[in-house]
């Protein structure tokens, strides 16, 4: 079979992975190969365990790997054979030297620019698929144009809104595909091309064109509004626990204003997730950099607040445990930074788990996607850990319940069962007020859920 277009990707992660997938499936004209330094995870996309656990995930691959989608690690033939490139690897906060805790780290970044020059023999459209601070498309421009050598790259923006968990819908029904060029007739005829793949399945009214800058920036400003949101509602929830009001019905009530909306309105023990926190940093990192302290100071606050709420859980934790937890053991139901996914990257779960073991506290993990990673994430940390996939045997003779995780398998699990084997009194932190508190509470669990009132059998706290 001929195809009518070539396209490589760099960086087979979370992103590029199922974006890929998606192209291959939708665009069954198109070739598409991705490729990665790391051959373990090659191999993985190459096997039945994929890395990376994604609800539909698995037949989406199946049905187009070897057809015209391939997982290979030779990166530099996958630069010489393809003229689209997108670049997907990672951009984490830097750690060290300027801009440490803050700045994006863009070596990876970097280094791909520089293998795309030196192995490319034929002009290439290159494309920033990471998240990137604005104005990284000139640096990239500039490494690529800087040899006299009839080789000529276009590059483009086209920042990547998928949410893990739902990544395979959201592929295939984008709010919006965002896509930025230069606005010359190269860089046109580049943003053309890039639109007529996606015309393959996303209507026309939801690709967007924009100038390059623009496109850079609305990536990270989404997830700073986002985040904004989660932190907003998590400020509340502290005042709601002091002046009895209830978080949920607030949030209820201000979504239902049409010009505010629903949705991100979910309490919390914070937002977790690769990206939230290091996109904002990068955002206030930027503003910084431009002189634009009052900017940053704001946007900063989101990250605070962050903070203070994963703070505020142990504290409450602690204040409705006797000011002691020592020696107490802990179940953690969930692991994961969110419900339907195997990442632990920048879970509360993780930060949760550190504090409760400085309180010399015993904590059993569950979680049914993310005990791999949390035992990775874990690993070196001083105290009693275990790791039990099922959440009725890890809360076994437990002091307490966090849930930290909003899986639907919490929902509806045998309570009074799992209350009868537990120490009394027996205590459920719901950091995602996913359960049924009062049924719980009649069970005979002291409930604390985020931003409402406890429900507890305590007679001068009712
Ligand atoms: P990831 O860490 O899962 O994957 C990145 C991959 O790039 C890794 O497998 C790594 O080995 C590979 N890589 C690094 N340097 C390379 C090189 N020089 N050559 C070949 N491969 C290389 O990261 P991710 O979660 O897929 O995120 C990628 C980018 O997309 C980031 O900028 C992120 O901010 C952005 N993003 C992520 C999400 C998400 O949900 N995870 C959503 C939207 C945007
Ligand atoms: C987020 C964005 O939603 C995506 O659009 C974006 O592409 C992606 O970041 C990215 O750039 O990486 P993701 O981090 O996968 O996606 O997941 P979200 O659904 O946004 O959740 C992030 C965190 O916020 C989770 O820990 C979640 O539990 C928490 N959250 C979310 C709340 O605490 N309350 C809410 O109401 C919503």
Redesign the pocket.
């Known amino acids: 079979m001929t195809f009518e277009k070539t396209i490589l990707c ?7 992975g199922p974006t890929m997938a998606m192209i291959a499936a939708q665009c069954p004209r198109c070739l598409v190969t991705v ?4 051959p373990e ?1 090659i191999a993985a996309w190459n096997s039945d365990n994929l890395p990376i656990y994604e609800p539909g995930l698995d037949e989406l691959v199946r049905a187009t790997r070897g057809r015209n989608l391939f997982f290979s690690t030779e ?1 530099e033939r996958g630069i010489r054979e393809n003229d689209i490139i997108f670049v ?4 984490p906060t830097k750690s060290f030297g300027l801009g440490a805790g803050m700045a994006a780290d863009l070596q ?1 970044w970097e ?2 620019a520089r ?1 795309i020059l030196e192995f490319s023999e034929s002009s290439k459209i290159v494309i920033e ?4 601070p604005v104005k990284t498309a000139l640096a990239m421009e500039r490494i690529l144009n800087c040899r006299e050598n009839g080789i000529h790259f276009d590059v483009l923006s086209n ?6 968990g739902t990544a395979v819908r959201d592929l295939e029904h984008p709010d919006r595909i965002l896509i930025g060029s230069r606005e010359t007739d190269n860089g046109l005829k580049a943003r053309q091309t890039l639109v007529d793949i996606y015309a393959s399945w996303v209507p026309k009214e939801r690709i967007l064109t924009s100038n390059i800058w623009s496109s850079e920036l609305s990536k990270l400003v989404s997830n700073a509004f986002l985040a904004q949101r989660i932190s907003s509602i998590n400020a509340i929830s502290a005042l709601c626990e002091k002046a009895e009001a209830d978080v949920a019905e607030v949030s209820r009530a201000v979504g239902m204003d049409s010009r505010i909306g629903p949705k991100f309105l979910n309490a919390s023990i914070g937002f977790g ?3 939230f926190r ?2 904002i940093l990068n955002l206030v990192y930027l503003c910084r950099n431009y002189g634009l302290d009052a900017v940053a100071d704001y946007w900063e606050s989101v990250v605070k607040i962050n903070d203070y709420q994963q703070e505020r859980f142990i504290r409450n934790m602690l204040g409705a445990m006797f000011n002691t937890l020592a020696g107490k053991r802990i179940c953690l139901w969930g692991f994961a930074f969110k419900a339907n996914t195997g990442d632990t990257r920048e879970s509360p779960a993780i930060f949760i788990a550190r504090r409760l073991l400085e309180e010399q506290a015993e904590i059993v993990v569950s979680d049914p996607k993310a005990l791999k990673n949390a035992r990775t994430d874990l690993a070196g940390i001083e105290g009693q850990i275990r790791y039990v996939e099922d959440p009725l045997l890890a809360a076994e003779g437990c002091h307490a319940i966090a849930l930290l995780t909003e899986w639907d398998l919490y929902r509806t699990l045998d309570f009074p069962k799992i209350f009868d084997s537990m120490a009394k009194p027996a205590f459920i932190f719901d950091g995602r007020n996913i359960l049924d508190h009062h049924r719980c509470f009649d069970i005979g669990f002291n409930v604390y859920p985020v931003g409402k009132p406890p429900l507890t059998h305590f007679l001068e706290e009712r």
């Open positions: 760099i960086g087979a992660g979370y992103v590029g490729v990665d330094i790391n995870r990166i997907s690897v990672n951009t990876y280094k791909t293998q698929k990471s998240t990137l920042p990547e809104f998928l949410a893990e997730g690769s990206c290091k996109d």
